[in-house]
């Protein structure tokens, strides 16, 4: 018999659904596993496994669930985000503080926990004794580039949610110094444009950073972020594309085109558990992954600026944009680890014999 999997989660169409649901969901049927979800009232089917979702305001409803299925079926949490101690760097902290403690809760009550990468392991296991599995977060390698991108005016991305503000002012202070840097040494100027990818659904990039500016003063870094944004992007080329449906956020990526991916993390115990997913990302569409000196990209193949100073995001930025050819020699070392490391097609079965195993007639928690 197939084992039978139900994810019960608070949220659809995030980019955590899709990596930790919609994908696996996908893949995992083919090696046999009966996979649902559901969003709203908690079943009776006897399923092997209820894995709850990352988001749960009100553990109440769980407990009495778990306590009630306790030994019928296991009880799974799964998470790719540390919810406990956010930055208030961070917008989404406030909400998502509210989350933290139905985190601890659940995962301590869970039979097992799974999550996508190491780093959040540890911490985890700082908050629970359970067995904690990591399921790292994969990419569809359908559509992948066929080669590096190489446009007449450099393209050089930045995709994020609506939790960046912070880094895209870093990201915006690091091309105005670039440009700086390029008059001053008397070097050759490259064209180029900045695509922000993402942040909000609004059409108008300016709106969505009065916003910020207008948070309460409880954000001092964000709304300084957004005022630094206003104030700079006026001056530079720029391109801002709002959010799209989650179904269609690598399709668009890969048609941007873009040369450059910034991956750039401020330091934090929130962004040191993340996974590497952007990198992931940038590269099926073609372009170099430039990174932050972070453990979330430190074991991939390079580029990474050195302690993510600002005279290193300029010099490897100007390096990059100046030569298709390194472009290119990095993007094919890149390109070669994820498809061998990093989608469902290569390393699925990490999924599926992480579950085969947790759900075994022989196992016991």
């Known amino acids: ?23 696996p969901r996908k893949y995992l049927k083919e090696r046999g596993f009966l996979i649902d979800t559901f969003e709203s009232e908690l079943p009776g089917f006897p399923y092997d496994s209820v894995i709850f979702f990352r988001l749960f305001k009100d553990f109440n409803p769980i407990k009495e669930y778990i306590d009630k299925e306790r030994g019928k079926k296991l009880i799974g949490y799964d998470t790719d ?10 917008p989404a902290s406030f ?54 991108n190489d446009n007449k005016e450099i393209k050089i991305c930045y995709a994020g949610g609506g939790s960046h503000y912070v880094e895209l002012s870093d990201i915006v202070d690091i091309l105005s110094d670039l440009n700086y840097y390029m008059k001053q040494q008397g070097m050759r100027e490259i064209p180029y444009k900045l695509i922000i990818f993402g942040f909000a659904s609004e059409r ?43 179904l269609q956020y690598q399709k668009t990526l890969d048609e941007i085109k873009p040369d450059i991916g910034i991956c750039y993390l401020k330091d934090s115990r929130f962004n040191r558990s993340k996974s590497s997913i952007k990198y992931y ?85």
């Open 95 to 148: 909400e998502l503080s509210k989350h933290a403690h139905t985190q601890k809760l659940i995962a301590r009550y869970a039979d097992f926990i799974t999550v996508s990468t190491e780093n959040l392991a540890q911490e985890m296991r700082n908050i629970t004794e359970k067995p904690i599995y990591v399921l790292p977060n994969l990419i569809d390698s359908d559509g992948f580039a066929a080669k590096a």
């Open 204 to 246: 108008d990039f300016t709106e969505v950073l009065l916003r910020g500016v207008r948070l309460p003063g409880k954000y001092p870094e964000i709304k300084y972020a957004c005022q630094n944004l206003l104030n700079k992007l006026p001056k530079m080329n720029y391109e801002y594309i709002p959010f799209v449906d989650v």
């Open 281 to 365: 990302e940038y590269v099926h569409a073609g372009a170099v992954a430039l990174s932050s000196d972070m453990p979330v990209y430190n074991h991939l193949p390079g580029p990474v600026a050195h302690k993510n100073r600002i005279t290193e995001w300029t010099k490897l930025l100007y390096e990059l944009m100046n030569s298709a050819g390194t472009r290119h020699d990095f993007w094919q070392k890149q390109a070669e680890y994820v498809l061998q490391n990093a989608t469902w097609q290569s390393k699925g079965n990490i999924w599926a014999d992480t579950y085969d195993k947790i759900l075994c007639k022989n196992y016991t928690i």
């Open 81 to 90: 985000d540390l919810l406990i101690n956010l930055e208030r760097s961070n």
């Open 1 to 23: 018999m197939p084992h039978t999997i139900l994810y019960a989660s608070n949220e659809t169409r995030s980019g955590s659904w899709y990596y930790r649901i919609y994908l």
